[in-house]
């Protein structure tokens, strides 16, 4: 256990074992149990989230972000390793680890409809021990910080998507929890919602001095939200870095070349350096579009050699531009070529 984190999750395997019921048989007349399946959800997951840090939990849909919430909010029960929250274990310390928590799991139905969010957080409020003076101002103050304010008093069914979100986290917020779980909170939500719940969510960070798990599929919403993001797949946890070192880390550089005329790429890929090469027709121009080494006094030696190459073929060279990597490309690179889900 590393007493600087917040939370925890050590060395978390999580096993599904799931029955299906089939038909019956036409001849023996019986029913038959499918073979049972296994799924392994979290396959030895550890990472650390701190106070006032937002960890992103990055991967594609059934990659285990859900499961791996739901283990750090004691809803699902690891088959092998641990979770601490403040130091305590989630499974032996319960109601302790519990009251620190304030989670949001995926969909809508995370508030009473009929009621107002005003009503949402008093009830919600009474349930985990938050009453009378103090209810009322902190549930005023979320509102507040949250955008709400001006609909307090209107019934949740009539609040849209990125409202009821909205009021989802002030409810996962009314008894002061120290940590914040979110799963998929933009997930669904127009442009504007989307932006808005962002920017609430950094200002509960860092304000509030929150330590925050956010799951997502959506790499912008991990680059522009997450200070560490760790990226699952199948289970695994393929990267777990700094938002900047993760995109740093796999910064080979790509450089586009724009010509007055197509370029053959294959003798570019002859030059010590040069990883990959292709020509694309952009806007009436062509662009070679080279990935080169990150080693600079290598790639510097390569440019050199692309520049000598294209000024002998006698082609005009109209500019030159350096791409930057995006966590996109890094996510593709890192979850592409994973052994297929389920199973062992
Ligand atoms: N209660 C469950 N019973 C059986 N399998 C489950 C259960 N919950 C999740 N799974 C399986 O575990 C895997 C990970 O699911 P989940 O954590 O929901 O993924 P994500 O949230 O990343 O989309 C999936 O293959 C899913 O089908
Ligand atoms: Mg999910």
Known sequence: MNPGYMVEVANV??????????????ESGKRAWYRKKTV???????????????????GPNGAGKTTTVKMISGLVRPTAGAVYVDGMNVDTKRL?????????????????????????????????????????????????????????????????RGQKQKLAICIALISDPPVLLLDE?????????????????????R????????????????????????????????????????????????????????????PFLGIPGVLSAECNSEDGEYALVLRLIRQEDQRSAALYAIVELLKNSGRLLHGVERRKQTLENVFIQLTSGLPPATGD
């Not at 395997?13 to 036409?26: C, D, G, I, P, S």
């Open 96 to 160: 302790a680890t519990l009251r620190r928590i304030g989670v949001v799991l995926e969909g809508t139905r995370t508030s009473i409809w009929p009621l107002t969010p005003l009503e949402n957080l008093a009830y919600f409020g009474n349930l985990r021990d938050v009453k009378g003076p103090v209810l009322r101002k902190r549930g005023m103050e979320l509102l507040d910080l949250i955008g709400l304010k001006d609909k307090m008093n209107v019934q949740v069914r009539h609040l849209s």
């Open 207 to 266: 304000e509030l001095g929150k330590c925050v798990l956010v799951t997502t599929h959506d790499m912008n919403v991990a680059q522009e939200l997450c200070d560490n993001i760790g990226i699952i797949a199948d289970g695994r946890l393929v990267a777990c870095k700094p938002t900047h070192a993760l995109i740093d880390y796999f910064s080979d550089v790509t450089c586009a070349f724009y010509l007055d005329r197509a370029a053959d790429p294959t």
């Open 40 to 58: 392994r959800a979290a396959r030895n997951i550890s990472f650390g989230i701190r106070k006032g840090e937002i960890f992103g939990l990055l």
């Open 13 to 26: 395997n999580k096993v599904f074992h799931t029955h299906h019921f089939l038909q019956r048989h036409e």
């Open 185 to 205: 909170p933009t997930t669904g939500l127009d442009v504007q919602s989307s932006r808005s719940i962002k920017d609430k969510i950094l200002e509960i960070t």
